[in-house]
């Protein structure tokens, strides 16, 4: 069975940095695309970040220029480093894994449980 676990979620500052990661366990052969999504209070789960096994990105708007998303094939691991944080960047983080091809067969999507991060203004 495939699993995806968050860290790297905390409180900070209004400007401040945090540096997410996910690491996926399980029989894995290869991840096709890796992301991260986040649903703040009251709202709907939203893309942030997604990165292909090749290298490509795509980014919601709203973190352009702030966020980068990166992965290390080797290790099944996506990071997510969050620069000029906001209070509307508050929200629970999911780390997603698509495509996962492991030694018994193809999954489509699995996610992580999430990890919280909370920006102070």
């Known amino acids: 069975q495939v699993q995806l676990v968050e860290s790297g979620g905390g409180l900070v500052q209004t400007g401040g940095s945090l540096r997410l990661s996910c690491a996926a366990s399980?029989?894995?052969?290869?991840?096709?695309?890796m992301g991260w999504y986040r649903q703040a209070p009251g709202k709907q789960r939203e893309l942030v970040a997604t990165i292909s096994r090749g290298g490509s990105t795509n980014y919601a708007d709203s973190v352009k220029g702030r966020f980068t998303i990166s992965r290390d094939n080797g290790k099944n691991t996506v990071y997510l480093q969050m620069n000029n944080l906001k209070p509307e960047d508050t929200a629970v983080y999911y780390c997603?894994?698509?495509?996962?091809?492991?030694?018994?067969?193809?999954?489509?999507?699995?996610w992580g449980k999430g990890t919280l991060v909370t920006v102070s203004s």
């Open positions: 997603n894994a698509h495509g996962v091809r492991t030694a018994s067969g193809y999954g489509l999507d699995y």
């Open positions: 399980g029989s894995i052969v290869s991840i096709n695309a």
